[in-house]
């Protein structure tokens, strides 16, 4: 059982074969005594526990409990009943009667809770060494800081003791020790995961995350989560959308390279651009974005409205028991003493602002793709410059919730120094699918091995096929198709891609004349045509509606054919909308047609 690989399918075929949950409770204590850091875990859970909640399982069923046997362990500031919750500080200890709403939708899913892990004392940092237990190694390099707030989730993850782990996130802390240890970290669209039983930092930004070994397990994980919660008054209705083939070319935003900011870490900067061209190499569109507004945003996480927002949540635990707190924690929170509320509302306006400015920006693009950290930092560089460091940490995460921007980090290689190389997709909310599904296939470019295991990637799942899900088939042919420049007009109405395909043998393409932005026009013309790529979009139907409205003349919307035998609906044009186009079929599609034309 030491051999057996603890991502989720590779557990599930080892329970297939008759590996029984106690072997696998066996080797993740084993793996503890190995790792032997005593800084990953505040509370452990026993294995006489551990074992009952296995049986209680019931005969082996990834159907009906799609997590069954799956270990898992939870960051200390989110309740687990019948385990304290510490929040990094002793003094703060309560024993909670009932599991965080988040645990206790995994548990219903046949997971197993291992224990609690270290963090930043309330969440607050991105370094992972602000708490009175002993530091979690890095599990990649001990000299590094394992990165946090959710340093021992990361890590517990990283080492292969558990097959996921539970962060928070409110600046980066389940985006940055995911990138420090080589493990992916989701941090979902803020409210899709209920934060009810979570010890709240921001209230506002708060969300709890997920530490992987995959892409695939930490997207799994959070589609079995996430869920409005009535008791959150936080939560929303997120659609968790399956993982299904991504568009053939997506705009992706990185910050101009004026604007980027590595803090003379030159092998990090080589790094980011190793990981721009391999997206690239996945038919990426890189646009290059003035990343000044995001910087401005990230900076007022730590002025006025939100450092309140943080004594808020713990004043009168902080009252009485200053002296109990993490001197560097109660230094950052207890700044909050000397603003009043005039300067958070300065905060709350300034970033409503930026919110208005930057939204065009975002939606410029698919997505963007960023360095999840700038640098890594030794542990002597951040105990000499705690506060210092901990802001460079945050330059690509802390802007993130401010913006309600879903995200995830996922590794993409090694640096020249050998340490791990990581970036994070960035999408608006509720395009979590869309982050994990561009992630999935970066990872498996990297040809990384699992965090610090040695394990090699498993294959990715299939791509789910389209559900039957009452949304409409929409056919496009040309400015609309994926990385075009009008395919945002699709995204923005929550259209998702869901295949590349071609028309039947039965149809001409044309380069209109007289359109403001380049446009094809395709008509059916029986036995004298041939096939066009097209792509199918998918929408639910009020917003089909809408955008047919919307279509300008000699354009329209009528059945068309695909060379599956399949019909779907899709623009054409009308014969009158032909005057003065040239004929393009030859090229078999718009975007050969218009890769033709670009000079070499």
Known sequence: MSDVHFDIASLHAAYRDGV?????????????????????????????????????????????????????????????????????????????????????????????????????????????????????????????????????????????????????????????????????????????????????????????????????????????????????????????????????????????????????????????????????RLGCRLVEIPFGDFYATANLLYEGAWVAERYAAIRDFMEANEAAMHPVTRKIIGGARKLSAADAFRGLYALQAYRAKLAPVIASVDLFCVPTAPTHYSLDAVLADPVETNSRLGTYTNFVNLLDMCGIAVPTGRRDDALPMSVTLLAPAGRDALTATLARDLHAASDLALGATGWQQPGLLPAAPSADDGMIDLVVVGAHLSGMPLNGQLSQLGARFSRAAKTSAAYRLYALAGQSVPKPGLIRVGDSGTAIDVEVWRLCADTFGRFVAAIPPPLGIGSIELDDGSTAKGFLVESAGLLGASDISSFGGWRRFLSDRVPA
Request: net charge negative; aromatic share 6%.
């Open 20 to 280: 029984s949950v106690g072997e696998m409770i066996d080797a993740v204590y084993a793996r503890i005594q190995a790792a032997d850091d005593p800084g990953i875990f505040i509370h452990l859970g026993g294995k006489a526990d551990l074992l009952a909640a296995a049986e209680a399982l019931g005969p082996f069923d990834p159907v009906a409990k799609p997590l069954w046997g799956i270990p898992f362990a939870v960051k200390d500031n989110i309740d687990v009943a019948g385990m304290p919750t510490t929040a990094a500080c002793a003094e703060y200890t309560y024993w909670p009667d009932k599991d965080a709403t988040v645990v206790a939708r995994l548990n219903a899913a046949g997971a197993l809770v291992l224990g609690k892990t270290n963090l930043d004392q309330f969440a607050t940092g991105l370094v992972g060494v602000r708490t009175p237990w002993p530091i979690p190694r890095n599990a990649i390099d001990a000299e590094l800081v394992p990165g946090g707030s959710s340093s021992g989730s990361a890590v517990a993850t990283a080492r292969g003791i558990v097959s996921f782990a539970l962060g928070t996130d409110t600046a980066g802390s389940g985006r940055i020790p995911a990138g420090l240890n080589n493990v992916v970290g989701l941090k979902p669209t803020v409210g899709a995961l209920s934060t009810a039983g979570v010890v709240p930092a921001c209230r506002t930004l708060d969300c709890v995350s997920v530490f992987a070994l995959t892409v695939d397990d930490a997207y799994k994980v959070f589609s079995v989560a996430a869920a409005r919660d009535a008791v959150d008054p936080y939560s929303r209705d997120i659609a968790v959308q399956s993982l299904v083939a991504r568009p053939p070319v997506l705009s992706v935003g990185v910050p101009a390279k004026a604007d980027l900011k590595f803090f003379g870490d030159a092998a990090m900067q080589a790094g980011f651009e190793a990981s721009l061209a391999m997206l690239s």
